[in-house]
């Protein structure tokens, strides 16, 4: 079924809407601000391609929308081997390298999330 634009564009709003609050009244995941430290640490010093190959290989693996509320279920990444990453710490990692590549890029991430304050 093909939803217009205009809707998908109201549903995003709407979302980014609902995230804001909830960020508002609960703060900021803690874990989630320590790996994106750790993903900056993770860029520093890579040039802009590197940067955007770990990026385009996170994007991919979310398309199967792993869930960043779950901690015990690790991915591995070929362009950084030797590591294992929860979904947070992938969401963590291709946000600061968006942000690093194109200022105020918005990546639209979609993986599942949870509405509860941790």
Do not use: Q
């Not at 609902?18 to 993770?42: H, N, Q, S, T, W």
């Not at 030797?82 to 963590?92: D, V």
């Amino acid at each position: 079924m093909e939803v217009p634009e205009e809707l998908r564009s109201l549903a995003g709003n709407g979302l980014r809407e609902i995230a804001a609050r909830e960020i508002k009244a609960c703060g900021p995941r803690m874990d989630a601000v320590f790996y994106l430290l750790d993903a900056m640490r993770l860029f520093s010093g890579k040039s802009l391609n590197e940067v955007r190959e770990v990026a385009f290989e996170i994007g991919m693996l979310g398309h199967y929308e792993p869930d960043i509320n779950d901690p015990k279920k690790t991915h591995v990444l070929w362009s950084l081997p030797g590591r294992t990453f929860s979904a947070l710490e992938l969401l963590c990692i291709i946000y600061a390298g968006s942000r690093g590549s194109k200022k105020g890029m918005d990546i639209r991430w979609t993986w599942a999330r949870s509405g509860e304050c941790r």
